[in-house]
T-cell receptor, first 112, second 112 residues
Framework: TQLLEQSPQFLSIQEGENLTVYCNSSSVFSSLQWYRQEPGEGPVLLVTVVTGGEVKKLKRLTFQFGDARKDSSLHITAAQPGDTGLYLCAGGRYNQGGKLIFGQGTELSVKP | KAGVTQTPRYLIKTRGQQVTLSCSPISGHRSVSWYQQTPGQGLQFLFEYFSETQRNKGNFPGRFSGRQFSNSRSEMNVSTLELGDSALYLC???????????FGPGTRLTVT
């Protein structure tokens, strides 16, 4: 059972465009993390959000945790070729320690 | 601070054999989690160890096992390898009671 649904699964855009990736669930999570992964490497943590309605900004990336803590979004402004990669959302729960539930990922390709 | 290290990075085994993968967490991190990543299933949680005890376990058969040593280093073992065990095996470490997980580069296991 896939508890976290990411959309879109694939995204190919031109440099300078904006994009949003969505991560949705019918379940509540205590925290939501976003990772970026490049081929042959492990995921790299981008951000963790823990409060419903929380918004975090990292340069051109904006992350939001839904009010009900069931969904999240990642918005990239003025995408660059260096943003290319697999973006993963992952949910965690207080009573499950280090166990994370991952979405299936969004493959982003930014063309110059 | 050095990141999570995993050895070996690549491994080729034959069906029926067993394999042991190693993970050294970030210094000071006491929680170590293991994940399997495949194109079809994405990232799936295997198990988590904290202070040498298995704290959480995913839905994998008993052929998959792990352990953690007093210095927080961890190993996972897969016995009686099957073709379907071919995957990228990722180790992640985390500070106690926090959600951020930091991943190593992974071990690419190919079963022939």
């Amino acid at each position: 059972t896939q508890l976290l649904e990411q959309s879109p699964q694939f995204l190919s855009i031109q440099e300078g465009e904006n994009l949003t990736v969505y991560c949705n669930s019918s379940s509540v999570f205590s925290s939501l993390q976003w990772y970026r992964q490049e081929p042959g490497e492990g995921p790299v943590l981008l951000v963790t959000v823990v409060t419903g309605g929380e918004v975090k900004k990292l340069k051109r990336l904006t992350f939001q945790f839904g009010d009900a803590r069931k969904d999240s979004s990642l918005h990239i402004t003025a995408a660059q070729p260096g943003d290319t990669g697999l973006y993963l959302c992952a949910g965690g729960r207080y009573n499950q320690g280090g166990k994370l539930i991952f979405g299936q990922g969004t493959e982003l390709s930014v063309k110059p | 601070k050095a990141g999570v290290t995993q050895t070996p990075r690549y491994l080729i085994k034959t069906r029926g054999q067993q394999v042991t993968l190693s993970c050294s967490p970030i210094s000071g991190h006491r929680s170590v989690s293991w994940y399997q990543q495949t194109p079809g299933q994405g990232l799936q949680f295997l198990f988590e160890y904290f202070s040498e005890t298995q704290r959480n376990k995913g839905n994998f058969p008993g052929r998959f096992s792990g352990r953690q040593f007093s210095n927080s280093r961890s190993e996972m073992n897969v016995s009686t390898l099957e073709l379907g065990d071919s995957a990228l095996y990722l180790c992640a470490s985390s500070p106690a009671f926090l959600y951020e997980q930091y991943f190593g580069p992974g071990t690419r296991l190919t079963v022939t």
